[in-house]
């Protein structure tokens, strides 16, 4: 399923077209930039372009470097950069894909639109563009709306109406940041999912996530197997050890496996921790918030679902209510 891309007010606003579900489409062309009052495109001097500091894109894959320098080759840079001027020459604001591919090329000059940014507009266009090209892996994509909300004193509402993306996708993009170190390399260098590792931050301890990202990754479970793993580890923290695996299992019965998957499945919708305390007359469900940015996330989540597909949910709930019952 595609993602939503949502980024045309944020891509307006700093002067790139907002023909954002095209591009995202065809991921490997660069966002249009379109020409303001009094600019021009001139070639510039690679030696005197310095790249973005402030880029959320860490990791460059080669083989498409290499493919893009072929084509640099053949037909030239037909996309021109965006620059500042600064004191020793001009910063790469964005493309710069385009400006490693034309070095590699062995180009001297590349085309490139001079334009004024603050500080601010300077890493949010940064950031938009990787994000309308889904260049970013999610870490890079957490650390930077991190770097934003801290260095400009923002919240994830106010980052939300300036970049296009939703609060939930941010705060859950955030929540990635509190994984184990080495889960998160995993997750950059593209040896877990995002599916596979979101479930691990419901586990309170770090070494058990560890744990459970390994397990994961050894057996290539998939998002669903790894979400099942989590659910297990949650009743039993010893089921990945020697002595877990030994253990003799108590079989559950039909109600409690349903329970546990119940509870599972909200636990993923919601992003938290969720309980069911089944009673005999009255059942509860518990879901966590750790701040009222947590709470307005699950509330929009809420509210996300419901507009999508009414009769499918109502469908789903008649029939959970029939098997809690039953």
């Known amino acids: 399923m595609a993602k939503k891309s949502g980024l045309g007010k944020g891509l307006g606003a700093l002067g790139l077209k907002k023909d954002a579900k095209k591009e995202i489409k065809q991921p490997a062309a660069p966002a249009p930039v379109e020409l303001k009052e009094g600019e021009v495109v001139r ?9 973005n500091e402030k880029q959320p894109r860490k990791t460059f894959d080669e083989d498409s470097l290499d493919e ?5 080759r053949q037909y030239g840079v037909l996309q021109p950069i965006l620059v500042k001027k600064s004191d020793k020459g001009y910063e790469l604001i964005a493309g710069e894909r385009r400006y490693r591919a034309a070095k590699l090329a062995g180009l001297k000059t ?3 639109i001079e334009r ?4 601010q507009e300077l890493t949010e266009v940064a950031l938009i563009e990787n994000l309308q090209r889904e260049d970013l892996n999610a870490i890079e994509e957490a650390q930077a709306y991190a770097h934003l909300m ?6 994830q509402e106010q980052l939300s109406g300036k970049i296009g993306r939703s609060r939930s996708h941010i705060a859950n993009f955030l929540r990635l940041l509190k994984l184990p170190e080495r889960v998160q390399e995993s997750l950059v260098q593209e ?8 479930p691990l931050l419901s586990l309170e301890d770090n070494e058990l996530q560890q744990k459970a990202a390994n397990y994961i990754i050894d057996h290539e ?3 669903r197997e790894a979400e099942s793993l989590v659910a297990k580890l949650k009743k039993d923290p010893s089921l990945l050890d020697e002595k877990g695996k030994t253990q003799k299992q108590k079989p559950q019965s039909t109600a409690d496996v349903f329970m546990a998957d119940a509870e599972e499945q909200l636990r993923v919708f919601f992003g938290t921790k969720v309980k069911i305390m089944p009673g005999k007359k009255r059942s509860k469900i518990e879901i966590e918030f750790y701040s009222p940015e947590d709470l307005s996330r699950i509330v929009e989540t809420i509210h996300e679902f419901h507009g999508n597909d009414v009769a499918r949910k109502t469908e789903l709930l008649r029939q959970a209510s029939r098997k809690f019952i039953t």
Do not use: C, N, W, Y
């Open 43 to 51: 070639e510039l001097a690679l030696k005197d372009i310095r790249p």
């Open 68 to 72: 893009l320098k072929d084509s640099i």
């Open 110 to 112: 590349i085309p490139a």
């Open 116 to 119: 004024k940014f603050t500080r």
């Open 150 to 155: 801290k260095e400009f004193s923002m919240t």
């Open 191 to 198: 040896v877990i999912s995002m599916g596979q590792a979101k």
């Open 221 to 223: 479970l998939s998002a």
